[in-house]
């Protein structure tokens, strides 16, 4: 079992910056990905960052070139900075981690994006 603290959010300008922090009860080393997803209101939920355990990384088109996804080994954390944010990006910004088949879900975090 692995357990997801995430913070970071809030409420922040257009063109603002935060960062999330998602931190692991365990060891990260061991996990075929980390992941952040955001489910705004009234919308699916969907991902927008994954980095894999060979430090590749992806991201959702609308994030591309001002979001970055990270992992620190030795602090057991994944973070997602977020730059030039849109009033589009308002959602509740989810840490998921895979290890084989299972995924661990953190509680959520508000990040809200006033224009």
């Known amino acids: 079992q692995v357990q997801l603290v995430e913070s970071g959010g809030g409420l922040v300008q257009a063109g603002g910056s935060l960062r999330l922090s998602c931190a692991a009860s365990?060891?990260?080393?061991?996990?075929?990905?980390m992941a952040w997803y955001r489910q705004a209101p009234g919308k699916q939920r969907e991902l927008v960052a994954i980095?894999?355990?060979?430090?590749?990384?992806n991201y959702a088109d609308p994030v591309k070139g001002r979001f970055t996804i990270s992992r620190d080994n030795g602090k057991n954390t994944v973070y997602l900075q977020m730059n030039s944010l849109k009033p589009e990006d308002t959602a509740v910004y989810y840490c998921n981690v895979r290890r084989s088949l299972n995924w661990y879900w953190g509680q959520g975090t508000q990040v809200t994006v006033s224009s």
């Open positions: 365990g060891s990260i080393a061991s996990l075929n990905a």
């Open positions: 980095i894999i355990s060979g430090g590749t990384t």
